[in-house]
């Protein structure tokens, strides 16, 4: 039987915030905090678009995972021919004051 992954969640807050729960002693924080990947300030995606649109999206805080999306996306032989194939690294600002709905 396959076990099902929870649904991953996309947390950014001040650094000073992090550093705050981060140092706390709590046991179920500290459980909660070992399964959690801190976005500092940057995101690696790659991109496949076709025809102007996206086919598929790899969102990683690892360049070398975003680039072997890239890489497997392009070793596949049923790529079609005008596809394209993009990693960027994109910075992820908080210096919004306000919630983004």
């Known amino acids: 039987m396959r076990q099902s992954c929870p649904d ?23 459980r ?7 976005v500092d300030r940057v995101v690696h995606l790659a991109t ?3 025809g102007g649109a996206v086919e598929a999206v790899v969102a990683s805080v690892h ?4 680039e072997a999306a890239a890489a497997r996306w392009l070793a596949d032989p ?3 021919c005008g596809a394209d194939v993009v ?3 994109v910075p992820v600002g908080l210096t ?6």
């Open 8 to 30: 991953a969640i996309l947390l950014a807050m001040p650094r000073s915030s992090w550093d705050v729960i981060a140092r706390t002693p709590d046991p179920a924080i500290r």
């Open 32 to 38: 909660a905090l070992s399964d959690l990947v801190q």
């Open 48 to 50: 496949r678009t076709s």
């Open 63 to 66: 360049l070398d995972a975003a």
């Open 78 to 80: 049923d790529l079609p």
């Open 87 to 89: 990693v960027r690294s």
């Open 96 to 101: 919004r004051p306000r919630e983004v709905h």
